[in-house]
């Protein structure tokens, strides 16, 4: 799965997003800030929990 995190603008920002995939126990995943982007490879974790727990850190999923 892949999602545009469109006001992702700083090596903070990716370093939370990242901390927040671990914590859901996503153990391969890539976050492209030049991109904005955030790819997920996971079959443990569902689409909406992975949006879910981005946009509870305040980011904006396009």
Same mark, same amino acid.
């Given at each position: ?39 997920? *490879? ?17 980011? *904006?999923?396009?």
């Amino acid at each position: 799965m892949e999602f545009r995190v469109t006001n992702m603008s700083c090596g903070h920002c990716k370093m939370t997003i990242e901390n927040v995939l671990r914590d859901l126990g996503v153990s391969s995943f890539a976050v492209n800030l030049e991109q904005k982007t955030v790819r997920v *490879d996971s079959n443990e974790v569902s689409e909406k929990a992975v949006k879910q727990a981005i946009q509870a850190k305040g980011y *904006d999923i396009a």
